[in-house]
Every structure is written in structure tokens, then in C-alpha cells.
């Protein structure tokens, strides 16, 4: 679906937010982890269009997603973290907007906003900023695009909203479905997003799914201090670690630990997935 080859993108040339990066992405809920400041917002800019690589290129579905090609938008829909809400009411947002995307379903549309308890007929611009995200999920899960990219989507809701977010996303999903959640709240969705995407400073760590992820790193907790773990850390319970998996245990992920141990062995990973 989407084809990143050899981008590079800057703001300033000293500071390269991209270098030379080369990424695929097919069906799944991906996440898109890194610190900030090294690019998830920017890279779900260049794949939907609105920022430009200064090199390589960015295809979606074929169409090169600088040029915003009709077909393109048709297919793919992006929730900023932060967006202006319309002085009209959700359903006539939805009346207006759905005739764009041929897949839309009023029906989903209405189960996931009483998911999220948001009433239909309220005006947008008077709903609070976490009603207006729920609303803007409950559309953009409802118009069924092949691709969705959400920018921080928990950012603004709160714990039992958080919970109705995953419920709302995991029913939407199907195999034939790309959609990326740029998050820095790993916890909040933890056991939903896969594969799972780490940026660092002008490079991709990681882009694997959980299966592969689990396979080559063991995730354990001991009451003992291991002397080989790629990232450990000390609990009431004892040590969580992140090991090399030599003997292909089964072990739980633990996308914290992961990030961790990602950005402090970073070419040790590179190395253990052919990064």
C-alpha cells in the first residue's frame, strides 16, 4: 500500500529529520513509536502529501502522495493531533463529507460514536476536544479507507475512553486495512497495534510484527539482575528485561521495555533484524 524508497527530508539541512530511509507498509494496525521530535508526525505528512521529500519518494497505492492524486485521497484519511471542528452539526459533517469516500457506512459511523456516548446532533464546534477526537475517530474508522493514519488519537480522552478507542479501531480492522497510530502513550495500546514501527534520528530502528519481534527478544521477569539483558528495569515484583531470545522462548511483549531496549542498542538491533 504505501512505498517509502531512499526519502530524505529536512526543515534545515544541518538537521535532517530523514536520511535516506527506505520503509514498506502493508495490512495492520501499525505503531508508529519514537521519541519526540524525530518525525511521526512529519512521516504521516509525506505519506499523505502535505509535506514533500527533498529526496527519494513516497507512493501510496502507486500514486507518488506528493501529487494528492484524487484516487489516492479517496483511499487514505488523516486525524491530525490537533484540528478546527466545523460550526456545524455532526451529522450534517458527516452529510457533507462521507460522499467522498464510496465506502463510508452510516451504520458503523452510529455504533462507534454511541461507543464513544458522543450524541449525533450535537453541533462540532461546541463539543469539548475530547468529543470532537471521538467523533473524528467514530468518521474516519466509518469511511473504511484502505489506509487511516491517526496522529496521537489518545492524546485528550480519557481512561474509559481510551479503552472504547481500542474497541472502536479493533472492530473496524480487517486484513485488507492499513492504519498507522503515531503515539508516544505505548500503554494505551499495547494490545493493539501490530507491527510495530521505531523511529530514531534519521532512520527507521524497527518495522516488525509481534511474532517477529518476540522470536529473536525475550521478555522475562526475574527476581535476579540479568547480566546480558539489552534493557532492564527494577520493579516491587523484581527485574523486567529485554533479552536476545537464543533458545526461541515464548515470552509477552512489552512495548515499553522494547522501545527501550530499541533506542539504547540501536545497532545491535539493526543487526538482529536486518534493519
Given at each position: ?7 530524505s527530508f529536512y ?117 469539548s476536544f475530547g ?17 487511516t493514519l491517526l ?125
Open positions: 500500500m504505501i512505498q517509502i524508497n531512499n526519502l526543515y534545515k539541512k544541518t538537521r535532517p529529520i530523514f536520511d535516506n530511509v527506505s520503509l514498506q507498509l502493508k495490512g495492520g494496525i501499525y505503531g508508529l513509536l519514537g521519541e519526540n521530535g524525530v518525525g511521526k508526525t512529519t512521516l504521516l505528512h509525506i505519506i499523505s502529501g502535505l509535506r514533500f521529500p527533498k529526496e527519494g519518494s513516497c507512493e501510496v497505492f502507486g500514486h507518488k502522495s506528493v501529487y494528492r492524486n484524487p484516487d489516492m485521497l479517496s483511499k487514505m484519511f488523516f486525524l491530525p493531533e490537533e484540528f478546527q471542528a466545523p460550526a456545524i452539526s455532526i451529522n450534517e459533517f458527516v452529510k457533507y463529507n462521507s460522499a467522498f469516500y464510496p465506502n463510508f457506512s452510516q451504520e458503523q459511523f452510529d455504533t462507534c460514536l454511541s461507543e464513544f456516548q458522543v450524541e449525533n446532533d450535537r453541533k462540532m464546534s461546541e463539543l468529543q470532537k477526537k471521538k467523533t473524528l475517530i467514530s468518521y474516519a474508522m466509518a469511511i473504511n479507507t484502505p489506509i496522529d496521537e488519537p489518545t492524546n485528550g480522552l480519557d481512561i474509559p475512553s481510551k479503552s472504547q478507542f481500542r474497541k472502536v479501531v479493533a472492530s473496524a480492522y480487517d486484513e485488507e486495512r492499513c492504519i498507522v497510530i503515531s503515539t508516544h502513550q505505548v500503554r494505551d495500546l499495547e494490545s493493539l497495534i501490530d507491527p510495530i514501527i521505531i523511529l530514531d534520528r534519521n532512520q527507521v530502528l524497527l518495522n516488525n510484527s509481534v511474532e517477529e519481534i518476540t522470536q529473536k527478544l525475550l521478555f522475562t521477569h526475574s527476581a535476579v539482575k540479568p547480566i546480558d539483558a539489552l534493557y532492564c528495569e527494577q520493579s516491587i515484583q523484581g527485574y523486567l528485561s529485554v533479552q536476545v531470545n537464543a533458545d526461541r522462548e515464548e515470552s509477552t511483549l512489552n512495548i515499553e521495555a522494547l522501545f527501550n531496549a530499541v533506542v539504547n542498542n540501536k545497532d545491535r538491533i539493526k543487526g538482529l533484524f536486518n534493519v
